[in-house]
């Protein structure tokens, strides 16, 4: 007989196979799930980030396991083993989809996108498909833990049976291990942006978290703040009056006019290319850009609910910013307002793209514009046309846009144009309700319409070029016009061969760049953007409508379809402050009558709509836009979505904690950097409060 048909030799092999410690086939599911979620915190975070800093996703994920293991421990051992693959999986599922969201926009999703599923999926699919091919390595590794669940029964043959004592025993481990995290999170440090802070704020900065909480303690934050909101606190820092006034001066009169610009002559354009040094700020006014009649201490004492109360009072204490040389500038005339796609410094050549060459070397040339957000066009939108960041604390379905539809929007560009009986168009050439722009743009004043209006465009991405071609006949007619577009040809992927339509379009015309692929096909969508601005040039010369009309152009977040080695090579740059400096950006704000005038003080796209209505002549309240008009005597402040920001003395990296000096010999004053943090901090949070408060329309 051989060993296979003899009855002693097979009760051996079982009993080898059984012969697992009693404790461990006891409790077999809890350290089941502590070991694979510390392990899938630990592969998630090599692969995305790229070291190995991941204690405390590590002690934050045991609890986590602990509680799991105790779910399974209420039933008999049929009953767990089905658990045990009923709850891996779903998590195994969320780290997956969170590479490949990574992977896609270098950034992590959040559970309030979830809604936006189905027009991902539509729009996206190839995008999605061909992401989820090249993290697959990574997916197979976090999915390997369930894959040896079948080993586990057969080596370890688990003996679960309901049992009290055992699974009290589970949940004071749970609590024990969740204190014993808690405790140590305090030993990460007492900076605004440590793990300890993170965890504990009432807001949540979602990258960072992740990054310093693990994604499962993230999920559950971000869960929690999506069913239930916050704790009720405005979130703003209790010292008002410490917060609102100016960081500590060092001595050099911070916040000049534009610092290093040159202020327009009596014409109202500037004083030529030779003078574009820096110069004297006009000369100190008693005349604000407020609205007299906002009272803010007495909406603040009227004010019943205490939440509101306190965003008023907030609002009563801020400086307004002052007029200056360059207020009314533009008025009465026409504005051509545009995102741009994935729009970036690197797309920017003299041979290539003449005309954003032209755009941004003249008018107001701004030498140090950032972006604030990585990735999502709809953030990057939503601070362009409304001047306030988004609440990234508390997504509402598709985000703050979204959220905003509901509420009184009247302080923005197009509603003060609208004011003026001055029709306001917004285009898109791509899918209306993509965003839902079909409900958010309208709210804001525009008559919005998207490629299914606009007719002859096809292929994925869009041209922007045939968008201008289609839609330029609607205004250029009129006397007076305001029209904004969101453009779409610079979208990723860049790729050629059936991936990106524009890509392809214009492949010929780069083929002489001595650069990779990726690099090759962003210039060749940037083209397609180009065209589509020289296009427009041209029909505002021809209709006569070009000397009155100011072109004013940013983008919606930086190019994440190319790696950090990628935008390297793309900008002929070496990456500073720790990749931070890839959003840095470029802001066009152009007129052809105007001669060119520089600036460099620090400045992101919160800061474009109190500009625009500074120049236009608008009379509007400074105080209710998360930034400032860039051409005041206002302190130069670059907010980015990690509450990072760069002023004019120093570049602050939340991600590290870390100050970057622009000037090896100047020394930090005391208070320097917490009074920017804390700014920093109540931009995001007062921004949140108008938005989730509906603020404007108490203000009636």
């Keep these: 007989m051989d060993r296979y048909t003899n009855p002693s030799r097979r009760a051996a092999g079982a009993r080898r196979r059984t012969a697992a410690p009693p404790l461990l086939r ?7 799930f502590i070991v694979t979620f510390s392990y899938l915190e630990a592969v998630f975070h090599i692969a995305e980030f790229k070291n190995i800093s991941f204690l405390y996703p590590f002690l934050l994920a045991i609890p986590v396991g602990a509680l799991f293991g105790f779910i399974c421990d209420l039933f008999d051992e049929r009953v767990a083993m089905i658990l045990r693959y009923a709850l891996s999986l ?10 490949v969201y990574f992977h896609s926009f270098r950034s992590f999703m959040s559970f309030g996108q979830i809604g936006m599923g189905d027009d991902v999926f539509k729009n996206f699919f190839g995008t999605i498909m061909l992401a989820v091919w090249e993290c697959l390595p990574i997916i197979i590794l976090l999915f390997l833990p369930v894959s040896l669940l079948p080993l586990g029964k057969i080596y370890v043959r ?30 990460s440090g007492s900076g605004e942006h440590s793990a300890n802070k993170i965890y504990h704020a009432n807001d949540l900065i ?26 009720g606190d405005t979130g703003l820092d209790p010292e008002i009056p410490e917060i609102v006034v100016p960081p500590p001066d060092d001595g050099d009169s911070p916040g ?3 610092e290093g610009t040159t202020p327009p002559d009596e014409t109202g354009g500037g004083t030529g290319p030779e003078d574009t040094g820096a110069v004297e700020p006009p000369a100190p006014t008693s005349v604000y850009n407020k609205i007299d009649s906002l009272d803010f201490a007495s909406l603040a004492a009227n004010e019943k609910d205490e939440n509101v109360k306190r965003v008023f009072e907030y609002l009563a204490a801020l400086e307004p910013t002052k007029k200056n040389k360059y207020t009314g500038m533009f008025k009465d005339y026409n504005l051509i307002l545009i995102c741009a796609e994935s729009f970036s410094p690197a797309a920017v050549d003299e041979t290539l793209t003449p005309t954003l060459y032209k755009l941004s070397h003249s008018g107001f ?17 939503y601070a362009l046309l409304t001047g306030l960041l988004p609440d990234l ?54 008559e919005f319409h998207g490629k299914e209006d606009i007719g002859g465009l096809s292929g994925w ?9 289609r839609t330029i006949p609607d205004y250029i007619g009129e006397e007076r016009f305001h029209t904004y577009y969101m453009t779409v040809s610079m979208h990723h992927n860049y790729k050629f061969g059936g991936l990106n339509a524009i890509a392809d379009k214009n492949r010929d015309l780069v083929t002489s760049i001595n650069k990779s692929d990726p690099c090759r096909a962003y210039m060749a969508c940037a083209i397609e953007l180009d065209r589509a601005l020289e296009y427009l040039i041209s029909e505002l010369e021809e209709a006569g409508k070009l000397d009155r009309t100011v072109i004013c152009l940013s983008t919606d977040h930086y190019p994440y379809g190319l790696t950090d080695s990628e935008y390297r090579e793309a900008n002929d740059s070496k990456l500073k402050y720790d990749a931070l400096d890839r959003y840095m950006s470029t802001l066009i704000l152009w007129n052809s009558a105007m001669e060119p005038v520089t600036v460099t003080k620090p400045c992101c796209p919160v800061d474009v709509l109190p500009t625009l209505l500074n120049l236009f002549g608008f009379e509007f309240d400074s105080r209710l836009y998360s930034g400032s008009d860039i051409l005041s005597d206002a302190p130069g402040l670059a907010m980015i979505s990690n509450q990072s920001f760069i002023t004019d003395k120093i570049v602050y990296n939340s991600r590290y904690e870390k100050v970057y000096k622009l000037d090896s010999s100047w020394e930090m004053p005391d208070g320097y950097l917490d009074a920017y943090i804390k700014i920093v901090k109540n931009r995001f949070a007062i921004a949140s409060n108008i938005l989730n408060y509906d603020l404007y329309a108490k203000m009636k």
């Design 26 to 32: 006891a409790f077999f599911s809890p350290l089941y």
């Design 90 to 99: 779903p998590v195994m599922l969320i780290f997956s989809v969170q590479v």
């Design 158 to 187: 688990p003996k679960n049976k309901r049992n009290l004592r055992r699974s009290a025993t589970l949940v004071v481990l749970a609590v024990a291990f969740q204190l014993i995290a808690l405790f140590a999170l305090m030993f």
């Design 206 to 231: 979602l990258d960072l978290s992740v990054e310093k909480l693990g994604l499962l303690t993230t999920t559950r934050h971000d869960v929690g703040f999506l069913l239930f909101g916050g704790d």
């Design 256 to 258: 000049t006019t534009a």
């Design 365 to 381: 040339i701004f030498e140090n514009y950032w972006t604030t957000f990585p990735s999502n066009t709809t953030n990057g939108e």
């Design 393 to 446: 604390t508390k997504p509402k379905n598709d985000g703050s846009f979204i959220a905003s539809s509901k509420n009184t929007m009247d302080r923005n560009i197009g509603a003060f144009f609208n004011a003026l009986g001055i029709k306001t168009r917004a285009y898109h050439d791509h899918s209306a309700s993509y965003y839902s722009r079909n409900i958010t743009h309208p709210n804001l004043g525009y």
């Design 461 to 469: 991405p869009e041209s922007d070029l045939i968008m201008m071609q």
